[in-house]
T-cell receptor
Framework: EPEVTQTPSHQVTQMGQEVILRCVPI?????FYWYRQILGQKVEFLVS????????KSEIFDDQFSVERPDGSNFTLKIRSTKLEDSAMYFC??????????FGQGTRLTVV | DAKTTQPPSMDCAEGRAANLPCNHS???????VYWYRQIHSQGPQYIIH???NNETNEMASLIITEDRKSSTLILPHATLRDTAVYYC???????????????FGGGTRVLVKP
């Protein structure tokens, strides 16, 4: 069964450093998303991406965040200068048009 | 998107049916009811969705009331591996706008006991 793949599973970074989280969505999907979940809190929407541009972003997704689809398979989330409060699980998801979204297993980001 | 209300937690006996309620009294005509679950800290897993008719798949059944103000997710024979947080989400089915994100609430923490 096709699945969304995220790498790495765990990333530790120093405060102020840039980090790139990588995702390989399901191959025929057109919509791509990033969500995050701070430990013990709700899953929060960050951004959706369609047709090579951001279609919606939340208030959390400020200037330190960016997304990119650098080639035909990868979808990345970059955090420019990490803060302690960016520590969370980050989930990538993808969907075909008009269908449910499928999530990856997440990347645990720890900022120290 | 309309708001949903779910009980914070419930227990269920292994092998029995688990019935998970959800209230969505302000649901609009173009909003679907989606159910996802999250096992431990894994990525949310899609279970089922529906508009107004009852739906069934290999994982669960979804019963939506006639007025669409509430729904019930049924896990027919709960196993220990069904222990998870279950999220009921109402979502606009309009991909021409930005209305295709999922808004997660607190969900129902289901514990399946032997």
């Amino acid at each position: 069964e096709p699945e969304v793949t995220q790498t790495p599973s765990h990333q530790v970074t120093q405060m102020g450093q840039e980090v790139i989280l990588r995702c390989v969505p399901i191959s025929n999907h057109l919509y791509f998303y990033w969500y995050r979940q701070i430990l013990g809190q709700k899953v929060e929407f960050l951004v959706s991406f369609y047709n090579n541009e951001i279609s919606e972003k939340s208030e959390i997704f400020d200037d330190q965040f960016s997304v990119e689809r650098p080639d035909g398979s990868n979808f990345t989330l970059k955090i420019r200068s990490t803060k302690l409060e960016d520590s969370a699980m980050y989930f990538c998801a993808s969907s075909e048009e008009y269908t449910e979204a499928f999530f990856g297993q997440g990347t645990r980001l720890t900022v120290v | 998107d309309a708001k949903t209300t779910q009980p914070p937690s419930m227990d269920c006996a292994e092998g029995r049916a688990a019935n998970l309620p959800c209230n969505h009294s302000t649901i609009s005509g173009n909003e679907y009811v989606y159910w996802y679950r999250q096992i431990h800290s894994q990525g949310p897993q899609y279970i089922i969705h529906g508009l107004k008719n009852n739906e069934t798949n290999e994982m669960a059944s979804l019963i939506i009331t006639e007025d669409r103000k509430s729904s019930t997710l049924i896990l027919p024979h709960a196993t220990l591996r069904d222990t998870a947080v279950y999220y009921c989400i109402v979502r606009v089915a309009d991909y021409s706008t930005a209305g295709n994100k999922l808004t997660f609430g607190g969900g129902t923490r289901v514990l399946v006991k032997p």
